[in-house]
Every structure is written in C-alpha cells, then in structure tokens.
C-alpha cells in the first residue's frame, strides 16, 4: 500500500492515534503515545488510522506559549484542564478516554453511522474535576495495556531501561516489579527488572476496573 505522510508528522509526541471506520460495527479506538510512532493510514479492510497532537513540528510556535495545533474549541479545553491543574498532555488523554468509552460505542449503536462522539468542554468546576479523572484514568489504561504487552513474552526479568523509558516508579511498585541489579565480577552491573509470575493475571483485572471507572465518569459527564 502507499501509505506516505509528511515524514516530520511522526515525530510529534505526545500523540493522539484514534481510528474512523466506514461501518459503526468496527468501533473506536485510540490512545496517547510518548514516543514517535509511525503511523500506517489503513487498520484493515474499512479501518483508517489518524493522528494528531498538540504541537505540529511543521509549524511556527505560538508567542502565547500555547501549543500551535489546537482549533479555538481545543484551545479552549486545553485551558480549562491545565488551569485546574492537569498535565499539557491531559486534554489528549481525556480524548481517547471518551472516544473508548460505552457511550461512545453506544453511540454507534443508536445512530449507526460511523459519526464522532462530540468531546464535551468542562463548563463547570464540578465538569472539570470530571474530565481530569477521565484523563487521569485513561493515562492509567494506556500504561497498562503498554506493560501488558512489554510482559507478554514471559521473561522473568526485563532490563530496566525499558521500563523506566515508559513507566514511573509507583505503577511499577503498585504490581510488584522490583529493580535488581545483576553484579559482574569483571565488567559494569547491570539493572533489571523482576517481573511477579502473577503479572499477567493482575494487569487485566485493574484495566477491566479502569474501563469500568472511565464508563462511569464519562457517563456522569455526559448526563
């Protein structure tokens, strides 16, 4: 397939990937990422990849210190959130939060059109708190489905460096994953982590308990 994008696109980080699809029955997708990904245009037969973030390297920076690649609405959420205290980043991640949602895919299934779940903009304190919660715990999903995947190979150790490029020190602490360093007797020590044989069971319960606090939130919002 011939899939090519402005190459400096990729490199914008954080960034939001999210899917469209043709028919309501393939759903949404999306999720925040750190790093610079590249992104393919097509997920499967009736499924287009999209991304975007907050600042457009191709672009000029803004004298208001406020990132260059928000439309008047997002501007206007950015504020809010970073106002009541969230991360630059939050707005994206309150984002894909919404857009994985059940209502969302509730949404979908009243409509049946592959139309785009509105993002409602926090008018209220009350609204606000909300939508940083929302925010707070789709981050929250996000690294763990990541750690699922980094844990999926069964190893018992993993280097460190890979998992502190990712994670902060309390998400691994909460599942258990203690830092070991392996000493060498003639060259450098070298830092892993240990990763619990009861890992893979623990990550799909807390993101089911994530999803399900996201539903409620999102739920509460949209009332």
């Known amino acids: 397939m011939n899939q090519w994008r402005e190459p400096l696109s990729h490199a914008i980080t954080p960034k939001l990937i999210y899917t469209t699809a043709k028919y309501p029955r393939h759903g949404y997708a999306a999720f925040v990422t750190d790093d610079e990904w590249y992104v393919k245009l097509h997920g499967g037969q009736s499924q287009q990849f999209n991304y975007t973030g907050l600042d457009d390297p191709k672009r000029s920076q803004r004298m208001d210190g406020l990132p260059n690649n928000l439309t008047l ?11 009541a205290g969230g991360a630059p980043d939050s707005i ?12 969302a895919n509730e949404l979908l299934t009243d409509v049946k059109t592959s139309m785009r779940p509105g993002i409602k903009i926090p008018t209220t304190d009350d609204e606000t708190r909300i939508a940083l919660k929302i925010a707070a715990a789709a ?12 844990v999926s190979g069964n190893e018992p150790m993993i280097p460190a460096d890979v998992l502190d490029n990712f994670f902060d020190g309390n998400l691994l602490d909460e599942f258990g994953i203690k830092r070991v360093i392996e000493r060498s007797r003639r060259f450098r020590s070298q830092e ?29 919002l949209y009332a």
Do not use: C, F, M
């Open 73 to 83: 609405s997002g501007e206007e959420l950015y504020i809010a959130l970073t106002n």
């Open 139 to 150: 981050r929250r999903a996000r690294d763990i489905v990541h750690l699922s995947q980094l």
């Open 192 to 220: 892993h982590y240990a990763i619990p044989a009861e890992l893979k069971d623990q990550l799909p319960e807390s993101l089911e308990s994530v999803e399900s606090q996201i539903n409620s939130l999102v739920e509460l």
């Open 92 to 103: 994206l991640h309150y984002i894909a939060g919404i857009w994985n949602s059940e209502l």
